[in-house]
């Protein structure tokens, strides 16, 4: 009887822990962050105003891609996602395609910070809070890159998935 019961335990405790675990991409979807993002979305895609679209895959995963425009997007997954607050989101972001040539394969930690519009209480806009390499090389800390605020980023359009 001892080992029905232990047996129970361990069953109800794994499938528990397996059904309360949510993937990246629903971490994305519960935080706003899904669609595509510009910091203005009536400019075409390029260079300098490129779009970050994150979107389901066919297998479940959670793709976010860089459109430079040009028919120039690069494709990159978020392996993980935590929401730090309400308003804080910490992503993993790999990058995936050879074109990124000698930077394909990095690995990025990135804490998102989301402003809600106060009418619909929606995600309204984002910047990028911190982001780091897995060397710890730092591109934003405290939402300043380069001595400059990172900018917003608005939601274009929603997700197709």
């Known amino acids: 009887m001892t080992q029905s019961v232990a047996a129970l335990i361990f069953f109800l405790a794994a499938t528990c822990s397996a059904s ?4 990246a991409w629903d971490v994305l979807k519960r935080f706003g962050l899904t669609g ?80 809600d519009d106060p009418q619909t209480k929606g995600a309204f806009r984002m910047r990028y809070f911190n982001s780091v390499t897995t060397e710890g090389k730092v591109g934003i800390r405290n939402g300043l890159r380069l001595g400059k605020p990172s900018p917003w980023l608005y939601n274009c359009r929603s997700s197709m998935s």
């Open 20 to 23: 309360a675990a949510e993937s």
């Open 36 to 115: 595509v993002w510009a910091d203005d979305c009536r400019q075409p895609a390029s260079v300098d105003h490129f779009r970050t679209i994150y979107s389901e895959d066919a297998e479940g995963l959670a793709r976010r891609e860089l459109d430079f425009g040009m028919r120039s997007i690069y494709a990159t997954f978020v392996d993980g996602a935590e929401m730090m607050s309400p308003s804080m989101l910490k992503i993993t972001i790999r990058n995936a395609d050879p074109k990124f040539e000698k930077f394909n394969d990095k690995t990025f930690w990135i804490v998102l910070l989301r402003e």
